[in-house]
Antibody, heavy 124, light 110 residues
Framework: QVQLQESGPGLVKPSETLSLTCTVS????????WSWIRQPPGKGLEWIGY???????NYNPSLKSRVTISVDTSKNQFSLKLSSVTAADTAVYYC??????????????????WGQGTLVTVSS | SSELTQDPAVSVALGQTVRITCQGD??????ASWYQQKPGQAPVLVIY???NRPSGIPDRFSGSSSGNTASLTITGAQAEDEADYYC?????????????FGGGTKLTVL
């Protein structure tokens, strides 16, 4: 059974960089896409970005200038850095695995395993 | 980027059938996946692809799609189905992989 666990500081000061790591256990990080998703208190889910185990990435256009996602296959981990944070970045941050299924010659993706989430508060 | 629109809240009587919908242009090209989220918990995948349920998800959950609308149907809703439900699909607005979530629907089981 694949398990994901987020780790990192729960409190970050405004203008600083938020850094989180997701550790994958029960399976290899190889051959999959991995993602970060966040949820501000009382609000909906927002996709932040993904990384393929080979290192290719893509980010939500609304966050692209501030986001970096990296992978360390030797540690079975991937990480998120979000720079110049403000109070609007206060949220529960989830890491998730992206899986896929082929439907009538098209590839459909979905988030099949999620971490428990970690609350990051931006405050001085 | 693409947008997905969901009704903020839906209610259903215990044992009845409820449909939760999700609208967006990306759904003309891609199927939606659906996630159930209970308070204080991480989202859980309930439907993916054309109409697939992960292991452990009851068969009262089903998915369908028509045009720009995807639907999650719960046939015979149970008290434990009370939760927030989110749809998700690929973002069809760019050339690279990206995803978008709907705003979520709060389901109340009466």
């Amino acid at each position: 059974q694949v398990q994901l666990q987020e780790s990192g500081p729960g409190l970050v000061k405004p203008s600083e960089t938020l850094s989180l790591t997701c550790t994958v256990s029960g399976g290899s990080i190889s051959s999959y896409y991995w993602s970060w998703i966040r949820q501000p208190p009382g609000k909906g889910l927002e996709w932040i970005g993904y990384i393929y185990y080979s290192g290719s990435t893509n980010y939500n256009p609304s966050l692209k200038s501030r986001v970096t996602i990296s992978v360390d296959t030797s540690k079975n981990q991937f990480s998120l850095k979000l720079s110049s944070v403000t109070a609007a970045d206060t949220a529960v941050y989830y890491c998730a695995r992206i899986n896929l299924v082929v439907v009538v010659a098209a590839t459909e993706y979905y988030f099949d395993y999620w971490g428990q989430g970690t609350l990051v508060t931006v405050s001085s | 980027s693409s947008e997905l629109t969901q009704d903020p809240a839906v209610s259903v009587a215990l044992g009845q059938t409820v449909r939760i919908t999700c609208q967006g242009d990306s759904l003309r090209s891609y199927y939606a996946s659906w996630y159930q989220q209970k308070p204080g918990q991480a989202p859980v995948l309930v439907i993916y692809g054309k109409n697939n349920r992960p292991s452990g998800i009851p068969d009262r959950f089903s998915g369908s799609s028509s045009g720009n609308t995807a639907s999650l149907t719960i046939t015979g809703a149970q008290a434990e189905d009370e939760a927030d439900y989110y749809c998700n699909s690929r973002d069809s607005s760019g050339n690279h992989l990206g995803w978008v979530f709907g705003g979520g629907t709060k389901l109340t089981v009466l």
